[in-house]
């Protein structure tokens, strides 16, 4: 089998544009109608933009290495969700707080599941599998299924409608976050760390790097960015509902996979990510627009992380 | 040297805490249930028992092989949709037995399916397994959208009803899962699983099969997923495309509890049906302890936490202390 | 039963780096050949070939006339070819009757592992190297947690005993004592009765000249002499592997006479320390000082590094530059100008699949502030680079894409970079080819001279003799003997290692 030496981001890409051009090609498509197609292309767009954040956290995890993954972002977003639009009420006074609110009981959460990973030595896999779990039955308990609560109108002006050049919020945010990222993965000493202990934890140990603190301000980080996420996906639909979170958890796993980071650790980049954010949300949408079934989407959707994944996840064999 | 006596027989005998919790478990379900040991109690315990001992099983087989099947739960969800749509109260002696043999196939072509890509495409078993309970999860909701259809009532008789020598279905199927464990743990293939999980790369060197014993463990769990997926078919005699979902994390956490480290290499399936029977009875705990209704998914949740919590409590404490 | 073996023009590529271009190799009943060659020189993917756990790209196999294709490690076993490995291939968690038995379980009628047969035969196995290990090794010990020793042992007990035709031994005398080793050599020489043929795969001269009937050198993947071991001379076999007219092994290095001593600077004072293996280690090392520590494997050398590194808890007192310290962890122990170069370079000292510049700043990025300086990093790390002569395709190339003296240059360069007052060496010549060794051992003088602390520790009794002003022998723990000067030699050095002290001795 050939060898693939396009790098994983840029194949995403190219799959995005052609998946949206196929999308043109379809009965209820664009066609040849450009404005249209702009239009649907800023939609994409934005949509991703939620996908993207959740899935950041995501990509640090998986880069930490150590079987490393967050199977509980998806019911954080929700629990933040539901915090936001509870907290916020309607008032755009509340916003900061709300917000602060919701990255605090992201990073909380993700301690939490840090200290698990970290000093209890539970598989990341099972501790935040199990504080899914926990979330999920909190959120049950304080708002018995119902919550009441409504978003504050600048929410929506900034995150969902147009903003500059007829281009919604939602998108600077998400050009602004990834550059911060960026930063921190390229730029800064927890970013070097942060690929060091997703190659090797012995090395990076033996050569001064505070392991047990890099796991614990990732998970925590981790937390954090799907705090943020809750607060600008509510802030885009303005409802809540339980599996409000849910719906990004698979998909933000696919994302990272499709954008080339090493699921075993130590390799990738968040561009990657955003790529996979874009493909994972094309194919979705795609597949609504086909009007397909839920039951054929959710098969389609999984057989194809299986094939993306076949294509770029393969490990190292032993015979050489 | 008396130290290392007990760190050899704790090594040795992984379940030994989960016995331990066992005990504990069942003694705190008694305060809340007197008649727990009673012949019906115990009977209709087993009966829900039974598909998560099941399921605990396999998972325990394809954790010792140094790998996870998070898909098993999609997979028991498919064998229930199949039973429900193609059976039905009506359905002739014959034909149930045929539809019975044909999901334990199906079973296993799935965990076949998730061996392959895990053993020869040598992708990672977390993200595959993840990915292909997706597509098992649609297509059991492409089989049955709605919950509906139907099983012959003479079958799930037979489950809830039968006795043998006096004792529910459940503690005639444990032992026989046991006898059977304990002769494959004899056989060569035994040694290789716990090789395999042990330090692949060394097996492989050592000529050990790799390949084939990993893609088996997947194949097996697929069939015990399927077993599984009768059981809870015969126990609820309907369908529903969800049914399994809940399943995944409670097999997980019923190995793991189990003494079956998710690195592999240790445990096996004495220590799964432990910690089944141990999440069964944190349920029923929970149930009858009059814990507001809403409580309750929340309180299960941090018990399983904390349960699997506990090993690394312990060993933090110990550390800390010497 | 004869058996015999040949690999006539072997060629084996990864990627694009050949390894072996035309390797060649012929073995016989009763014979054991010397497999030879430099790090990188291809002669353990020879070997790995041979017993089928690497696919040969280009040549053939020949396995008693008959050419031979092995799809896989069983298919090599079945045919009566066993290996050694350098790299052990047992399994931490199982014991050991269950390792050594592993693929060939003697089974009982009914297809099940026959337990007490494989009691009895794994008894009768261990019995060969009776009295040459320290604990009382039974069959039914958990593997992990046996010393390097004697998991070697297990791992040869494991490859004789389904009485195989053809025996690799690759780097097997790595980990092993004396004892050990002279027992090793008496099993070899009843093989060899046995009408067994060997394949010895060393570094070790001196073993090589006592056990060996023929050799074979690899140099660069190219085999450029073989031939009876009665027809050449040490001296010549290294210039085989190495191509130089006057490689020397080692350097012999300009004892710094030790007058200028009194006006040099105390950098490490140790008293009492103990951790569960050492036992009341006290001992003062000054600037520019080059102190050996030597000994049989798993005396406590390697645990001794760690503790002044900050990475293993010990109790008893450290002074480093005259001032106390207990490093709770590595970063410690690194601000106060201490490093280690570790014992296994790919699982302790690199970053495999990262660039060559990440690996060299690891423990540095925080002097380059926020956001990072780029720039100056490279320049920094361009300059370690070419002061150690570091030979690479560029900085950002994955470090696996070096060679192995390269990239232990690498994990030296990576302290270097931060001029540490106090350096700790774990082995670092182990596995490294004599070229590189070369090197290392002139960068060792020059750090001395630039007035670095040396605390050097290495399993290679000339090197230490060769290259330290002191080496303090380690036995079962404890410092057993300290010599120096006159006292020095390779008798005194060996007889410290295996407990004798220094009293009495010259």
């Not at chain 1, 991703?48 to 995890?61: D, E, K, M, P, R």
């Not at chain 1, 000093?119 to 308990?141: D, E, N, R």
């Not at chain 1, 799907?226 to 409000?244: D, E, K, M, P, R």
């Not at chain 3, 003062?284 to 002044?308: F, I, N, S």
Request: proline fraction near 3%.
């Amino acid at each position: 089998m050939k060898k693939i030496s396009i790098s994983p981001p840029v194949a995403a890409v190219i799959l995005a544009v052609i998946l949206f051009i196929s999308s043109g090609l379809l009965p209820n498509g664009y066609g040849s109608d450009v404005s249209i197609a702009i239009a649907q292309a800023t939609n994409i767009l934005r949509l991703s933009v939620f996908l993207g954040i959740v899935a950041a956290g995501q990509t640090l995890i998986i880069i930490s290495g150590s079987e490393g993954i967050d199977l509980s972002s998806g019911a954080v977003v929700t629990l933040t969700a539901i915090v936001v639009y509870v907290m916020c009420n309607g008032r755009d006074s509340m916003v900061i707080p709300a917000l602060l609110a919701a990255l605090a009981i992201g990073a909380v959460i993700g301690l939490l599941n840090g200290i698990g990973v970290a000093y209890l030595k539970i598989a990341p896999l099972v501790m935040t599998l199990g504080m899914a779990g926990v979330i999920t039955g909190l959120i049950l308990v304080t708002q018995h299924g119902n919550v009441s609560g409504a978003v504050a109108p600048i929410m929506t002006r900034i995150i969902a409608r147009p903003l500059l050049f007829r281009i919604p919020g939602a998108i600077f945010i998400w050009i602004i976050f990834a550059g911060l990222l960026w930063l921190v993965l390229e730029r800064t000493v927890y970013g070097k760390n942060l690929f060091a202990i997703g190659v090797n934890r012995v090395t990076a140990r033996l050569s001064g790097v505070n392991v047990t603190g890099m796991v614990l301000a990732t998970y925590s980080l981790a937390g954090l960015l799907a705090g943020l996420g809750g607060f600008l996906i509510v802030g885009n639909t303005g409802v809540v509902f339980i599996s409000l979170g849910d719906t990004f958890l698979f998909p933000s796993i696919a994302a990272v996979a499709v954008g080339g980071t090493l699921l075993s650790g130590g390799k990738g980049s968040y561009f990657g990510t955003m790529a996979g954010a874009l493909v994972l949300t094309l194919i979705t949408s795609l597949l609504t627009t086909m009007q397909l079934d839920q039951s054929v989407r959710q098969m389609i959707l999984g057989g194809t992380l299986l094939v993306m994944i076949s294509i770029y996840g393969r490990q190292r064999g032993f015979r050489q | 040297m008396k130290k290392i006596r007990w760190q050899y027989i704790a090594f040795r005998n992984p379940y030994l805490f989960a016995l331990l919790l066992l005990i504990l478990a069942a003694a705190v379900n008694f305060f809340f249930e007197p008649d727990l040991f009673t012949r019906d109690t115990l009977n209709s315990n087993m009966r829900v028992f039974l598909p998560l001992i099941l399921l605990a099983v396999g998972q325990a087989i394809v954790i010792l092989g140094g790998g996870i099947d998070i898909s098993v739960g999609a997979i028991v969800s498919i064998v229930n949709t199949i039973l429900a749509t193609q059976l039905g109260t009506g359905a002739s002696p014959q034909r149930t037995a045929l539809m019975l043999v044909a999901v334990l196939f199906v079973g296993m072509a799935a965990g076949a399916l998730n061996g392959f890509f895990v053993s020869y495409l040598r992708l990672q078993p977390i993200i595959t397994t993840y990915a292909s309970s997706f597509l098992f999860a649609g297509v059991a909701l492409f089989i049955l959208p709605a919950p509906g259809g139907s099983v012959p009532d003479s079958i799930s008789h037979f489950y809830r009803d039968t006795t043998f020598l006096g004792l529910p279905l459940g503690f005639i199927i444990i032992p026989i899962l046991l006898l059977v464990w304990y002769l494959v743990q004899q056989t060569r293939y035994g040694r290789y699983l716990y090789a395999v999980g042990g330090k692949a790369d060394a097996a492989y060197q050592t000529a050990v099969p790799v390949n084939t014993i990993r893609f088996s463990t997947y194949v097996a769990s697929g069939f015990m997923a399927a077993l599984s997926g009768i059981a809870i078919t015969l126990l609820t005699s309907a369908g529903n495309a969800s049914i399994g979902d809940a399943l995944t994390l409670s097999s997980v956490t019923a190995a793991v509890i189990g003494g079956t480290a998710l690195r592999g290499g240790v445990g096996g399936i004495a220590g799964a049906i432990i910690g089944a029977l141990i999440l069964g009875l944190i349920k029923n705990i929970i149930s009858f302890a009059n814990i507001n209704l809403w409580w309750q998914t929340f309180a299960n949740a941090a018990i399983i936490v904390g349960a699997l919590a506990a090993p690394g409590v312990i060993e933090l404490v110990r550390r800390k202390r010497s | 039963m004869s058996v015999s073996l040949s690999a006539r023009n072997i060629v084996k590529h990864y990627g694009g780096v050949v390894a072996i271009s035309d390797a060649n190799l012929d073995v016989h009943t009763g014979e054991v050949v010397a497999l030879i060659g430099a790090n990188g020189s291809g002669k353990s993917t020879l070997s790995k070939i041979i017993n089928g756990v690497v696919v040969l790209d280009g040549g053939q196999l020949l396995l008693d006339e008959k050419p031979v294709h092995f799809s896989s490690p069983q298919a090599a076993k079945n045919l009566g070819i066993s290996t050694v490995f350098q790299e052990l291939s047992l399994i931490p968690q199982m014991t050991v009757a269950e390792n050594i038995w592993l693929t060939r379980e003697p089974l009982n009628k009914a297809g099940l592992v026959d337990r007490k047969t494989v009691n009895a035969r794994t008894e009768e196995l261990l019995a060969l190297f009776e009295g040459t290990y320290k604990n009382s090794l039974n069959p039914d010990i958990t593997v992990g947690a046996l010393p390097a020793d004697e998991k070697q042992i297990i791992e040869i007990l494991k490859a004789i005993c389904f009485n195989p035709r053809l025996i690799i031994l690759d780097e097997a005398t790595a980990s092993l004592d004396r004892r050990q080793v002279q027992r090793l050599f008496e099993l070899i020489a009843q093989w060899k009765l046995e009408d067994k043929a060997v394949i010895f795969v060393s570094h070790r001269m001196e073993e090589i000249f006592r056990i060996a009937d023929t050799f074979s050198v690899l140099r660069n993947g190219v085999t450029v002499g073989s031939g009876s071991m009665k027809d050449i001379s040490e001296k010549e076999l290294v210039n085989l592997m190495v191509a130089k007219e006057s490689a020397s092994n080692v350097v012999q290095r300009e004892r710094l006479v030790q007058e200028n001593s009194t006006d040099r600077k105390v950098r490490l004072e140790v008293e009492n320390l103990r951790t569960n293996i050492l036992k009341n280690i006290s001992l003062q090392l000054k600037d520019g000082e080059l102190l050996g520590v030597g000994g049989l494997v798993g005396q406590g050398q390697k645990d001794l590094l760690l503790a002044l590194f900050g990475d293993l808890p010990y109790e008893g007192t450290v002074k480093i530059s005259n001032e106390s310290v207990h490093f709770k962890n590595t970063r410690q122990a690194i601000n106060k100008g201490v490093a280690l170069v570790p014992g296994e370079r790919s699982k302790e000292g690199l970053l495999y699949i990262r660039s060559i510049l990440e690996n060299l700043l690891l423990p540095s990025w925080g002097k380059y502030g926020f956001p990072t300086k780029i720039k100056k990093a490279v320049q920094d790390s361009q300059e370690i680079s070419t002061s150690l002569n570091l030979k690479m395709a560029g900085l950002d190339e994955p470090v696996s894409s070096l060679s192995g003296g390269n990239a232990q240059k690498v994990v030296i360069g990576k302290w270097l970079l931060r001029k540490p007052k106090l350096l700790l060496l774990d082995d670092p010549t182990k596995g490294v080819d004599v070229g590189t060794k070369a090197e290392f051992y002139k960068l060792l003088e020059r750090l001395c001279a630039d007035g670095t602390a040396i605390l050097f520790y290495s399993s290679d009794d000339d090197e230490l003799i060769g290259l330290c002003d002191r080496v303090m022998v380690m036995h079962d723990g404890i410092m057993r003997s300290e010599l120096k000067g006159a006292s020095l030699t390779k008798s005194n050095l060996i007889g410290a290692s295996l407990g004798a002290t220094n009293e009495g001795m010259g």
